[in-house]
Every structure is written in C-alpha cells, then in structure tokens.
C-alpha cells in the first residue's frame, strides 16, 4: 500500500485559462455519421452516461445537448462543440492512427470542442466481439475524451486516471473515472454542491471512495474486491491517500472508517448505470478489510 499525499495531477492543455466559461451553456451534437459502427442511441446513450458521471464531478459545467447533427466534427464552424465518427480516410489523414482525437481550441477561455472517433477499431472490435463489447470501449474512449475536452491532457506517470495513456493498458482502463479525475476537475472548475459517501465501482468491483473522513483528514481510497466468503462480498484498502485541504473544501462525507467506526455506510455507490446504498462492516480491527452486509438499489 502506498500513501500518496502530494497526488500528481493530469496536466491542463492551458494551464491559466483553458478552461470552459462555467456562467454559460456549452451547446454541443452527437454527428449522426453513416460510416459510425455505433448504432446511433447506444452511441448518444455512452456520451450521456459519461456526462452524468462527470457532472458530479464538475457540478459547475452546464453543458447542453442540442440532438443529432449532420455536419463532420472536423468540420464544425467555431462557438459549438461536437462529438462524432469521422470517415475513416479523412480521420487517419489528420490524426494517424488513434482510436479517438479531441481537438480544443481557447483565447480567454475554451470556446470550441470537438470529438473525433475513427471507425476501424471500433468496427473491428463489432466483428470479433459483438455490440455490447464495442459499446463499451466506444463508452471507456468517449470518457478520456471528454477529460480532453474539459481541457485536460494526458498523465504519464501512474494510472489512477482516465488520462493515463503511458503506460497504456487498454480501452478498459479508461472506462472508470478515478480519483486523479476528480481532483483535477475539482482543481480546474472548483465544486459547489454535496459529496455524501459517493463511490464509483469499476467492472471488476474495484471501488472507489472519492472522499472520506478518517481521523480528521480527507481520505481518497481504493478498494479491491476480494470475493464472497459465507455469501457475503468482501473488499479490502488497496490504496489510499489524504485530498489536499484546498480540494476537500465544501464536499462532505457522510460516511467514517478506521479507528472511529467498524461500519461503514455508503449512500450512493454507483455501478453499471444504477445506483445503491451499500452497508460494510469492517472484519479485522485495522480495517483494511471489509463485508458487504447490505445492498439495496436506489430507484
Ligand atoms: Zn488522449
């Protein structure tokens, strides 16, 4: 376990102003293209899951979505902000070979956005793989997209991020949005509004705690998941760190662990597009390790 209490950051694309207006809308469309291998709905449906995920996040971003559009993402007059396939010869002149390219143009602030999506990868994943599974890496590309176009570049060190991309694992890796994200969104747009014992699980029950009261300090952690033992599922600390004071201000937690409590409530987890209140109970007096006494969805 490592105890990282100076968390380094991804880089902002503009580091004094780069950033999107927060006092007005972003209007932004999703390019209906024939050459996209993403049907059309589940296309729009990843790009709004993703949203709502970062919205959380960034609370104070209001961006507003205006339907389908025909004009290509490259092609798109300035002031508006776009997301969409763009015809495979025409992406891999401009861009080479990635999977996706967000473009951001800024004077005193972010003014214009695009997201462009090569279809090769994502046809070839369709093939080999089937809808949902090329869904789901269009959702993961989509998301580090969308830390580009909030004006964030790539981290290079360590992967607690969406904007890792060396070492580069896989689309899987980027599907989850990590604590390293939302530190940085919480540095670039500040945050306004309520944080109560919010986690985010990952696919493989990884879960993480964005923020949590420990011994007075603000904790990120990072639990992994350990499987079921007498049909209860347990997770254990894999890593955690202390939210530097200037990030923690205004988000509480309603949730306590280690010395203070042995029973830790989560009233918000969020999992797979829904959303659950968890009851854990800690099983060894350190409290690094922990059972799920109870689930229920939140309707
Ligand atoms: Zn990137």
Redesign the pocket.
Known sequence: MTHDLSPQLPPLFNSVQGIWDVNSPIKFHYHNSMHSPIEVTAGIQAIMDNLAVIKLFAPRLNFEYQGLTSTAPALIPNGQFEIGFTREELFRSRWGL?W???YVWWASHIYDSMQSYRPAPFLNILETQGVSEANHAFRAINL??W??SLGV??LNSGQHSI?A?NPYNSWKFQGILRWTDMLQYWRTYGYSGEMKGYVLLDEDLTMYIPSMEWANAEYWIEMSYDGTVNGSHQFSVKDLGVIPEHYAVQITSCASIGPKSSRLVITEAFWKGSRYTLTLEAINTAATTWKVVNAELIP
């Open positions: 990635s996706g390219y967000a580090h997209e830390g580009h570049n790539h904007m991309n």
